[in-house]
């Protein structure tokens, strides 16, 4: 099935470009928003798979429009920022208010549609690298230090796994586990932290200090 797409941004040659390239790639954008309070209304007229969301808008930006969706539908779409600037403060606070992924503006046509299906298809668009790019600067501990300390060793190990970028699968390979006791830790981690998907498990994780920002993949 094809995903349905929900264009938000301020820029009407913006949107207008971002239709053109994701309708190239076989994509189809049901609706557009020209700013982050007529995105609520928009989804619940539309119903997209995903939201396309500009994180800097005049009035109410895509952070706040993100947890409007999150707080107020029993079944919201997934939300990709899209954004100028890969260490922007509202991308970082965007990925803490539930959206599953960012986007430059510049990426290519080809990573537009692919970062739209895969986080359709319920997987986090999930760029490691760039997550601790927005975290460096931020001391570790804050608001999340309690919820992280709930995390037994084994959920903070694959805690760890997941902000290396590795899937559930590749996790029980590493641990040697069955792919069924990752879901579960990888579940009761979501539940703890109070986190909607992966991207935002691993920004929580950097700011209390379960990842450090000298955490390099592979590792």
């Given amino acids: ?43 619940r007229r539309s ?23 999150l707080a107020e539908l029993a079944e919201p779409p997934k ?21 599953s ?16 299906r895969t986080v359709a298809a319920g997987e986090s668009l999930l760029f ?5 790019r927005l975290v460096t600067t931020r001391p570790p501990g804050g608001r999340f230090a309690r919820a992280a300390k709930t995390l037994t060793r084994r959920e903070a190990e694959v805690l760890r796994l997941v902000a290396r970028g590795l899937s559930n699968q590749d996790i029980a390979a590493e641990l040697v586990i069955s792919l069924e006791t990752v879901k579960t830790h990888v579940g009761n981690i979501f539940g703890k932290l109070g986190a909607a998907n992966r991207s935002q498990a691993v920004v929580i994780a950097y700011e209390s200090g379960v990842v450090a920002p000298g955490h390099l993949a592979g590792q």
């Fill in 79 to 99: 939300v990709l920022v899209v954004t100028t600037f890969d260490n922007d403060d509202y991308v970082h606070e965007a990925l803490l208010a539930g959206a």
């Fill in 128 to 132: 490691p690298e760039a997550i601790r």
């Fill in 1 to 43: 099935m094809t995903p349905t797409v929900l264009l938000a941004d301020d820029e009407p040659l913006v949107r207008t470009g971002l239709r053109a390239l994701l309708e190239a790639q076989g994509l189809t954008v049901v609706g557009e928003a020209a700013d982050g309070a007529e995105v609520l209304p928009e989804v």
């Fill in 47 to 69: 119903r997209p798979d995903v939201v396309l969301m500009d994180v800097r808008m005049p009035g109410t930006d895509g952070i706040e429009a993100t947890r409007r969706l």
């Fill in 101 to 116: 992924g960012f986007l430059l503006k510049r990426a290519r046509k080809e990573e537009f549609a692919h970062a739209v």
